[in-house]
Every structure is written in C-alpha cells, then in structure tokens.
C-alpha cells in the first residue's frame, strides 16, 4: 500500500497556474474528494504555510483511511 499526494494545477476556470486543491489517494483505489486551498484566505503567504489546514486535514484523512484498513486486515500466521 503506497500514498499519493496530490495538489491539482490550473485552477477550473484556466486563468491561474497556481495549484487549486489538494488530495490524498491510495493504491488500493481509495480516494478522498479534493479539498480546495482557498487562495483567498492564503493570499501572499507560502503554500507551504498557508495550506497547512489542508495538508492536515489530508494527513486525517489518510491516517482515518490506515485505521480502516488495519481493522479488516486478517492477520497472518508467524513464521516458524
């Protein structure tokens, strides 16, 4: 099981080249829905420091996505 980080280029409307959202995803094809930057409330502030609610709020969701998958995994036999 792998991660994927992503932050979308090209906001819909085509006139900014600045990332517009940013998702998490995982190899087993579980997705959450991207969760948009807001560009309005992080204005001249670095992605870096101005995303960071998202970024959180992706690390939760990852981290909820790791629970789920540790509580239907079957557990295997140790080796002898």
């Known amino acids: 099981m792998s991660t994927t980080w992503s932050a979308g280029r090209n906001r819909r409307d085509g006139n900014d ?6 998702w998490v995803a995982c190899t087993c094809g579980w997705a959450r829905e991207a969760r948009p930057l807001g560009w309005e409330q992080i204005g ?10 998202v970024a959180d709020a992706c690390l939760e969701d990852w981290d909820q996505h790791l629970q789920a998958v540790e509580r239907a995994a079957v557990p295997t036999c140790p080796r002898i």
């Open 44 to 53: 001249a502030t670095s992605l870096r420091e101005g995303g960071e609610e």
């Open 17 to 22: 080249r600045r990332a517009w959202a940013a």
